[in-house]
């Protein structure tokens, strides 16, 4: 295990009792990407954040963070994280609770007044600084937030739904710090159930499903290689299906109705001739450019994993 990773798990599993949260977490996250982690809910996503953060023990399985085994102190002190559901001492004031969390980074004093200072024009909140976290609107709450968990400046940072609340104007700064974050050599691994977010802004992704990592995949080729197929046509009969499992793969199929995902946009012309030689009577033959949300249907199914 070595630097070049900012993440490394093999064969990762977490049991509760007779439960089972995560079965099988192997990935492997690179130094200078963003990496988004999807599931459904349930799917054991909070609970593998916990590992690797060393917030719970695994009950098998290895990993290491920043080239150092889970758990490592030391290490810490280079991971930045923003919870999903967070609780700020909304006693102190913006600054106050920035100054605050670089104090227990163990951050010089000398040099934490400006890093406070960088970051609260990073996230558009220098004019609050003063202000109570208390009266602080829930966009407002998620960048300040954010802040805390760059205030050690660190190489690696979780980000457990970061524009939950934001509007599009937040959304947006939240990318542009993502961005800022991967040109200088962070890693970022992202969790979020916007997958429009997702698409915009991650290198590559993982797919998991009842704690097991699916599918793990450069986002730009897996986008750019498919074409979603929506079809409206009468004979889809069961033999007319398995037959067009030569040519793509049939995500979701009902009553008249088909979605399938074809890896080949020149294989559209021999579907269609496929489908009327075999008698269906087509109304609709709709191909686009696929899209995360169609990823995400086709991977992890529509049962959401629950």
Partial sequence: MTETYAIETYHLRKEYGPKVA???????VRRGEVFGFLGPNGAGKTTSIKILLGLVSPTAGAGALLGRPLGDLQTRERIGFLPEHFRFPDWLTGEEFLLYNGRLCGKLERKLASRVNELLDLVGLTAHRKLLIKTYSKGMLQRIGLAQA????????FLDEPTSGLDPVGRRLVRDIIGKLREEGKAVFLNS??????????????FIKYGKVLRTADLKEMLDGDTRLDVHAEGLTS??????AEFGRVVEAQDSRLMMVVDNRTRL???????IEK???????TPKPIDLEDLFLEIIGTDGGL
């Fill in 22 to 28: 995560v079965q099988d977490l192997s990935l492997s």
């Fill in 150 to 157: 760059l205030v050690n400046d660190p190489d690696l940072v």
């Fill in 193 to 206: 159930h916007l997958l429009s977010e997702v698409e915009i802004t991650c290198d590559r992704v993982a």
């Fill in 239 to 244: 033999e007319v299906l398995e037959g067009l």
């Fill in 269 to 275: 012309p021999d579907i269609n001739r496929y489908l």
């Fill in 279 to 285: 008698d269906a009577k087509v109304f609709a033959f």
